[in-house]
């Protein structure tokens, strides 16, 4: 077994599960977009429609695969060689979209919570919710996108809520506290000129070039003092290479991935360093990029994407991009020393590397 302690799920995993409330004590949360949600008592069987959930329950109790019945965007958790983190035998319900949740294949798992972000269902009125609500399956949303929240607001609400129905208020509100001093760390590290910023949402070597939107972004890039290229009001959008040339970025930071490693930089837990470098290097090279401000003078990064879509790794991505954007006053940020704090929560550590920089002094 690698790690401090495996993800259980099925039969064994509800035996080994501590009960966290008395049996018929009801519980009352409030999700990220302000919905009131009402359950009988402590679910046991939760689906996530959004797998990168199991970050934030992980972080509240030791096995958070004895409290799921299934899920789904698997792929979008990208853990890397850290699958040991991942629940083992946990029904899919979905792959990467919303049209292919299967409300089929919810509902036969008897889910007593179903938990989304807006980018697998998108509220307001969809057949999949008019599907569960007719069933009488509460319904609860943690993230969104075109109607994101400043970062620690998100992670109030997002940390509020899952310590509610996980039945670890305390530790929810500490965990959002530390979060939200994490960011008033950067924010005050971080002063001078805004540094033109190019953050690539989908880094492939063969396209290019999807930036980052407003409304998901600008909250962490206003935090850590970067002028945001941005292509929408919302989650992002692609530009032509010649938008790119004409912003002429002084800092570029990439997306990477453990999956599709010939199509993106390598960047995930347990991955090789070097190797993720290289991948940089390549998508630095690219023709909209290579002359750019930013690789000339080697302020060329890259996240994994897990850093960006859960709501509890955003302070180490802060930190990140703070000590990127601003290294004078920045230089006593540290994103290792923050990580590490973090995986104290964790029953397994999250091996890097979950950041890395083409210039590795």
């Known amino acids: 077994m690698v790690g401090r302690r495996r993800f259980l799920t099925g039969a064994a995993a509800a035996l080994a599960a501590p009960r966290l409330a008395r049996a018929g004590a009801g519980i009352e949360a409030r999700d ?14 939760i689906v996530l429609l959004d797998a990168t959930d199991l970050i ?5 109790i030791p096995e958070p695969g004895a409290r799921l019945a299934g899920w789904a965007s698997v792929p979008r958790l990208d853990l890397g060689r850290a699958d040991w983190l991942a629940p083992e035998g946990l029904p899919v319900v979905g792959k990467l979209s919303p049209d292919t949740v299967s409300a089929e294949g919810i509902l036969a798992l008897s889910p007593d919570l179903v938990v989304a972000s807006a980018y697998m269902l998108p509220p307001g009125g969809s057949v999949l919710e008019s599907v569960l609500r007719a069933a009488g399956i509460p319904l609860a949303w943690t993230g969104g996108h075109d109607r994101a929240l400043p970062p620690g607001d998100k992670l109030d609400r997002a940390m509020g809520f899952w310590g509610a129905v996980l039945d670890r208020p305390q530790t929810a509100r500490e965990l959002a506290a530390w979060g939200r001093a994490r960011f008033d760390a950067v924010r005050a590290a971080t002063s001078g000129p805004r540094p033109r910023t190019y953050m690539e949402i989908m880094s492939t070597y063969d396209t290019c070039c999807w930036a980052a939107g407003h409304a998901f972004w600008g909250g962490i890039f206003e935090i850590a003092g970067g002028h945001l290229l941005e292509a929408s009001d919302g989650w992002g959008a692609k530009l032509g290479p010649e938008g790119l040339i004409a912003f002429d970025p002084e800092v570029y930071i990439a997306t990477g991935g453990s999956f599709a490693p010939e199509l993106q930089p390598g960047i995930a837990p347990g991955l090789d360093p070097e190797q993720g470098r290289e991948g940089l290097a390549r998508a630095a090279a690219r023709p909209a990029l290579k002359d750019s401000a930013a690789t000339r003078a080697g302020r060329v990064h890259g996240i994994w994407s897990g850093l960006a879509t859960a709501p509890l790794m955003a302070p180490v991505l802060a930190d990140c991009l703070g000590a ?9 940020l540290d994103p290792g020393r923050t990580l590490a704090a973090l995986n104290d929560r964790f029953a397994s550590p999250l091996p890097g590397p979950l950041w890395l920089s083409l210039d590795a002094t």
Do not use: F, I, Q
């Open 324 to 332: 990127w954007l601003h290294p004078e006053t920045g230089a006593n």
């Open 56 to 60: 934030s329950m992980a972080a509240l």
């Open 32 to 45: 990220v977009l302000g919905n009131r949600v009402a359950l009988p008592a402590p679910p046991e069987r």
